[in-house]
Antibody, heavy 123, light 107 residues
Framework: EVQLVESGGGLVQPGRSLRLSCAAS????????MHWVRQAPGKGLEWVSG????????GYADSVKGRFTISRDNAKNSLYLQMNSLRTEDMALYYC????????????????WGQGTLVTVSS | DIQMTQSPSSLSASVGDRVTITCRAS??????LNWYQQKPGKAPQLLIY???SLQSGVPSRFSGSGSGTDFTLTISSLQPEDFATYYC?????????FGQGTNLEIK
């Protein structure tokens, strides 16, 4: 069974940093692209970032470009999101999601999703 | 960025009803359109990918159609477990974008 377990969320002050992790199991991790998608409280879904199977291709939403960095460690079956210069508008539940059927991060759907880790940005 | 617009934003229906949700893209996205279901307090789940392909394990009462800019998700006969929020997502180009969601409620 595919499992994605996010961790690293918490309360952080504006301007500070946080690193999210996603531990993957139940599939060959380095065969698939991976993504982060977030959902602000009571709001819709927003794609944040994606990374190809080998980390060679990656992309970001404009809202996080230059502040967030996605990475992966295939030896540890893990995905990461380094979030710097956090803003109140970054407050959300952050989901890790596996790409549907592809190692590139192009033309991806997301399946499955983890249960999310909550990031709260407040002074 | 490609804008995705769903209609309606909310919908009341009864068990057994046939329901259709529409998603429109701001430019042609071929068949790069996916549908998700999200229940309160849960992560989204993939229902349909590539506009009309049913994800494994998803009941056959769910179907998707469309190409270009206009797409539909149809539930042929609503079941109690189908009351949820539905999102479309374009996978034609990054940044990937979602519709604003359709909240399907019990009438």
């Amino acid at each position: 069974e595919v499992q994605l377990v996010e961790s690293g969320g918490g309360l952080v002050q504006p301007g500070r940093s946080l690193r999210l992790s996603c531990a993957a199991s139940g599939f060959t991790f380095d065969d698939y692209a991976m993504h982060w998608v977030r959902q602000a409280p009571g709001k819709g879904l927003e794609w944040v970032s994606g990374i190809s199977w080998n980390g060679g291709s990656l992309g970001y939403a404009d809202s996080v470009k230059g502040r967030f960095t996605i990475s992966r460690d295939n030896a540890k079956n893990s995905l990461y999101l380094q979030m710097n210069s956090l803003r109140t508008e970054d407050m959300a539940l952050y989901y890790c999601a596996k790409s549907g059927g592809s190692g590139t991060y192009y033309n991806n759907w997301f399946d499955p999703w983890g249960q999310g880790t909550l990031v709260t940005v407040s002074s | 960025d490609i804008q995705m617009t769903q209609s309606p934003s909310s919908l009341s229906a009864s068990v057994g009803d046939r329901v259709t949700i529409t998603c429109r893209a701001s430019q042609s996205i071929s068949s790069y359109l996916n549908w998700y279901q999200q229940k309160p307090g849960k992560a989204p789940q993939l229902l349909i990918y590539a506009a009309s392909s049913l994800q494994s394990g998803v009941p056959s009462r769910f179907s998707g159609s469309g190409s270009g800019t206009d797409f539909t998700l149809t539930i042929s006969s609503l079941q109690p477990e189908d009351f949820a929020t539905y999102y479309c997502q374009q996978s034609y180009s990054t940044p990937y974008t979602f519709g604003q969601g359709t909240n399907l409620e019990i009438k």
